[in-house]
């Protein structure tokens, strides 16, 4: 797909270092059209990689989107969930963490299955769960994964680990996925201190909460250990987004965006450009948050936006029709 969008500068705040990390040699950021890569540094990147910027390819619905033949998953992040159900349902309805997407999708004809895993489990518990649910729900057909935040790291890992025989994967999608860890996870652990930690888990086990997750987000533990050993399976087609946003002053990104952006680069406030890109990458969402890709931007806040007289940017039903439509294309 060719995209040629008008260049713009992108400015984001810089502040000083809280922590220092290994520095990482951050690739050339274009600004409307793809700039091509001297050298994929990982043997995961495929070659002709590029950083296509996407400023508002998705602000609004085309008439007409393509239907893959084969279901989609949606995956969720960490401590996601398919619905959410704070009080009782005949009062008020569940938050969702697709907001509107699996509808939208179902809407054009796409078999959609919204798989549920451990919110804060290990990868691998994650995974085998992932596997289980996609088993039980697709019932023995083919299927095209699309996972957000950390869910595509569970993908991976039963994709090429756990390999199992009743799901047949042709695709996978990552959006905003920390293949390579987060400075955020890293940071958060220093501040912590490796004493506080234990305290910390024992409490969130006594809520209830699982504690697998949060050291496996950690840059170290991704470059290190999960990488090395999850390779990607020939035959399966691995595609990948990420984002930048500028926080303001309200947003709850700003301090982790801040933190990632003197560390990493650009970030989406939680996930950083770098860190999201795997397999074919297929841009870089401009002004949008690790939240808006699932649909949960504040809707008064585009209201606000626009009575401001700027122009709403991005619409995450039109993003994920776009994959679909993409995803027909390319026969799956």
Same mark, same amino acid.
């Given at each position: 797909?060719?995209? !040629?969008?008008?260049?713009?500068?992108?400015?984001?705040?810089?502040? !000083?270092?809280?922590?220092?990390?290994?520095?990482?040699?951050?690739?050339?950021?274009?600004? =409307?059209?793809?700039?091509?890569?001297?050298?994929?540094?990982?043997?995961?990147?495929?070659?002709?990689?590029?950083?296509? $910027?996407?400023?508002?390819?998705?602000?609004?619905?085309?008439?007409?989107?393509?239907?893959?033949?084969?279901?989609?998953? @949606?995956?969720?992040? &960490?401590?996601?969930?398919?619905?959410?159900?704070?009080?009782?349902?005949?009062?008020?309805?569940?938050?969702?963490?697709?907001? =509107?997407? !699996?509808?939208?999708?179902?809407?054009? +004809?796409?078999?959609?299955?919204?798989?549920?895993?451990?919110?804060?489990?290990?990868?691998?518990?994650?995974?085998?769960?992932?596997?289980?649910?996609?088993?039980?729900?697709?019932? +023995?057909?083919?299927?095209?994964?699309?996972?957000?935040?950390?869910?595509?790291?569970?993908?991976?890992?039963?994709?090429?680990?756990?390999?199992?025989?009743? $799901?047949?994967?042709?695709?996978?999608?990552?959006?905003?996925? *920390?293949?390579? =860890?987060?400075?955020?996870?890293?940071?958060? #652990?220093?501040?912590?201190?490796?004493? /506080?930690? *234990?305290?910390?888990?024992?409490?969130?086990?006594?809520?209830? #909460?699982?504690? =697998?997750?949060?050291?496996? &987000?950690?840059?170290?533990?991704?470059?290190?250990? #999960?990488?090395?050993?999850?390779?990607?399976?020939?035959?399966?087609?691995?595609?990948?987004?990420?984002?930048?946003?500028?926080?303001?002053?309200?947003?709850?990104? !700003?301090?982790?965006?801040?933190?990632?952006?003197? @560390?990493? +680069?650009? /970030?989406?406030?939680? $996930?950083?450009?770098?860190?999201?890109?795997?397999?074919?990458?297929?841009?870089?969402?401009?002004? $949008?948050?690790?939240?808006?890709?699932?649909?949960?931007?504040?809707?008064?806040?585009?209201?606000?936006?626009?009575?401001?007289?700027?122009?709403?940017?991005?619409?995450?039903?039109?993003?994920? @029709?776009?994959?679909?439509?993409?995803?027909?294309?390319?026969?799956?």
């Amino acid at each position: 797909m060719s995209l !040629r969008l008008p260049a713009r500068k992108l400015c984001l705040p810089s502040s !000083r270092p809280l922590l220092t990390l290994p520095s990482t040699r951050l690739a050339p950021f274009s600004h =409307g059209t793809v700039k091509r890569e001297e050298k994929a540094e990982d043997p995961r990147l495929k070659d002709e990689v590029g950083d296509l $910027v996407i400023e508002d390819q998705y602000a609004i619905l085309r008439e007409k989107y393509d239907t893959p033949k084969n279901p989609i998953i @949606l995956a969720h992040g &960490l401590m996601g969930f398919e619905e959410l159900n704070i009080i009782p349902k005949a009062v008020l309805p569940g938050i969702q963490y697709w907001r =509107g997407i !699996r509808e939208a999708l179902a809407a054009k +004809g796409i078999e959609v299955i919204t798989a549920t895993v451990p919110a804060s489990g290990s990868i691998e518990a994650r995974a085998q769960k992932l596997s289980e649910d996609i088993h039980k729900k697709a019932k +023995g057909k083919s299927v095209n994964i699309i996972a957000h935040s950390m869910s595509g790291l569970d993908s991976r890992y039963m994709i090429s680990q756990l390999k199992p025989a009743n $799901v047949k994967v042709l695709s996978l999608t990552t959006i905003a996925t *920390p293949h390579r =860890g987060s400075s955020f996870a890293d940071v958060m #652990f220093s501040w912590i201190g490796p004493t /506080n930690i *234990p305290k910390l888990y024992t409490m969130l086990e006594f809520f209830g #909460f699982e504690t =697998g997750a949060f050291s496996q &987000l950690t840059q170290s533990y991704m470059s290190q250990t #999960f990488n090395p050993k999850t390779p990607d399976r020939e035959g399966i087609s691995y595609y990948s987004y990420g984002a930048t946003v500028n926080p303001r002053f309200w947003s709850m990104f !700003r301090q982790s965006h801040r933190i990632i952006q003197k @560390l990493e +680069g650009e /970030n989406d406030g939680l $996930v950083s450009v770098e860190s999201a890109k795997w397999g074919t990458y297929k841009g870089t969402l401009k002004d $949008v948050s690790h939240l808006d890709m699932i649909n949960w931007t504040n809707r008064l806040r585009w209201f606000l936006w626009e009575l401001t007289g700027n122009k709403r940017n991005f619409n995450a039903i039109a993003f994920y @029709l776009d994959i679909a439509d993409m995803l027909a294309k390319e026969g799956h």
